[in-house]
């Protein structure tokens, strides 16, 4: 769903590729080409198809004998070969929905990577002042001394918004992890994500979709840190004197209340808000093939059937192997990908105006378009530069 330009610019633009170069010839021809500028598209240039996943409702491409999608009610999911990055069925993959504490698989994407496992750090009490009441913790204490690495088991293992904090902390502060993180989605192609809180708490304005938290969920498997915190069922962490146990919430993982552990499971992230419901990021591994599945909000089934409707989901992925099409793709900033292919006819209506997002800018717009993807993009951003010199 095409919500705005600053959030949605990469899709507007390449929805004008699939509108044709002719829309946009007027602001090309009154614009002379400047050094810097990209080169307008060559003759031959292809355009990129349009993507099923900007479509409403279930989306899939069944070959002869392939098996019926399951029935779910979450409110959107997501299929994806984790490998190739093709999705193999979803249903309202661009829809924006609160995430929850699958946030956190971002916020690990974002700020793993700059802290060193082993580094130690007394926490402050400042650094858990601002704990959102209610918030799932792992135990973390002021003036007690924890490694990095004791940190991010609590924020995967405990979904510990309170290590969060301190993790945060380290990382330059609340507000500018949030922007980190906002960068970093963009960076990934990831254009239905808003970030506020980085721990998933609820807060205005925050969303996600099952596309972008299936890019999220790839990307961090390819992190070895990532991929061991979120694979890790039970650990230690370090208590007031000796240490206690910890154990993964994700029940798929753990087997817990009653939910069978899903074979080959590798882990991720699940999460729970009053507003967001049940969320979960879940991969697994079977026969050589990984996919990665989203599950956003069931509607029936009470707070375990997140877990059975991605149970349902993995193994209709596996049983579907070279029995469907794909319907789009995780790599959102190639050709074929769904922030580089919007599903648009010729005759669109204009974009709406654009909204206030400091994260947002032209250049990182750009990052990932070749070809007529760029060229229609930049031809975008000039005509509407033009536009707005005239008032």
């Known amino acids: ?143 007690h001394s924890y490694q990095v690495a004791d940190l991010w088991r609590g924020v995967f293992l405990s979904s510990g918004n309170d290590a969060v904090h301190v993790l945060a902390s380290l990382d330059g502060g609340w507000q500018a992890t949030a922007r980190k993180m906002q960068a970093k989605a963009r960076s990934l192609g990831a254009l239905d994500t808003h970030v506020v809180s980085p721990d998933g708490y609820d807060a205005d304005g925050q969303v996600s979709s099952a596309y972008d938290l299936a890019v999220f969920g790839r990307a961090g498997l390819r992190n070895p840190d990532f991929a061991r915190y979120c694979s890790t069922a039970r650990s230690q962490f370090p208590g007031d004197g000796w240490p206690y146990e910890i154990e993964n919430t994700n029940r798929l993982l753990t087997g817990e209340d009653g939910v069978a552990p899903y074979p080959g499971l590798i882990g991720i992230k699940n999460g729970y808000t009053s507003n967001a419901g049940n969320t979960l990021v879940a991969a697994a591994r079977r026969d050589g093939r990984t996919l990665v599945v989203t599950v956003m909000n069931p509607q029936e089934g009470g707070g375990l059937a997140v877990y059975e409707e991605a149970r349902q989901l993995l193994d209709w992925g596996f049983a579907s192997a070279g029995r ?38 032209p250049t990182a717009a750009v990052v990932g378009f070749t070809g007529l993807g760029a060229a229609a993009l930049a031809l975008a951003l000039r005509a509407k530069n033009a536009r707005d010199a005239r008032g």
Do not use: N
Not at 82 to 102: F, K, N, Q, W, Y
Not at 333 to 359: C, H, N
């Open 1 to 143: 769903m095409i919500t705005g330009f600053s959030r949605r610019v990469a899709v507007t633009a390449c929805s004008l590729c699939v509108a044709g170069t002719l829309a946009l010839a007027p602001a090309a021809a009154s614009t002379a080409h400047r050094a810097g500028d990209p080169a307008p598209p060559g003759p031959h240039a292809s355009v990129p198809k349009p993507s099923l996943l900007q479509r409403s409702g279930t989306q899939v491409r069944l070959r002869r004998g392939a098996p019926e999608v399951p029935d779910v009610t979450a409110l959107s999911w997501l299929v994806a070969d984790a490998d190739s990055g093709e999705v193999l069925a979803a249903a309202d993959a661009h829809r924006e929905l609160p995430p929850a504490s699958t946030m956190k698989t971002l916020f690990a994407l974002t700020v793993l990577p700059g802290l060193p496992s082993t580094m130690r750090h007394t926490v402050d009490y400042r650094e858990l002042e601002d704990v959102g009441e209610g918030s799932s913790l792992v135990g973390v204490e002021e003036g």
């Open 324 to 361: 469907v099409d794909p319907v789009g793709s995780l790599d959102a900033l190639r050709p074929g990908g769904t922030a580089a292919a919007a599903a648009a006819p010729a005759a669109a209506t204009p974009a709406p105006a654009p909204e206030e997002d400091s994260d947002w800018s």
